[in-house]
Nanobody, 121 residues
């Protein structure tokens, strides 16, 4: 069984910074792409950033230049450094990972439970 557990959310003021972490645990053979998505009330879940096992990154236009995604492969952990936060960044942030639980299995997509980020003006 695999779990993705996010941490680091909270309430911050406009312009402040916050770092989210997501640790994957359980029966993991290899993690491929990891990423962060967010969902604001009454809106669809949207991509924030992704990172491959080799370190290639992709960002939503709305966060480019402000957010940085990184990962520690040995710890099965992905991070999201969020700077210059804006009220429109307020959302629940979800960790996502494509991984295999064994050599002979297919890659499966997993989601964390989410962590709330609130940016107050």
């Amino acid at each position: 069984q695999v779990q993705l557990v996010e941490s680091g959310g909270g309430l911050v003021q406009v312009g402040e910074s916050l770092t989210l972490s997501c640790a994957a645990s359980g029966s993991i053979f290899e993690i491929y792409r990891m990423g962060w998505y967010r969902q604001a009330p009454d809106k669809q879940r949207e991509l924030v950033a992704t990172i491959t096992g080799g370190g290639s990154t992709n960002y939503a236009d709305s966060v480019k230049g402000r957010f940085t995604i990184s990962r520690h492969n040995a710890k099965n952990t992905v991070y999201l450094q969020m700077n210059s936060l804006k009220p429109e960044d307020t959302a629940s942030y979800f960790c996502n990972a494509d991984l295999k639980t064994a050599l002979w299995t297919r890659s499966t997509n997993y989601w964390g439970q989410g962590t709330q980020v609130t940016v107050s003006s």
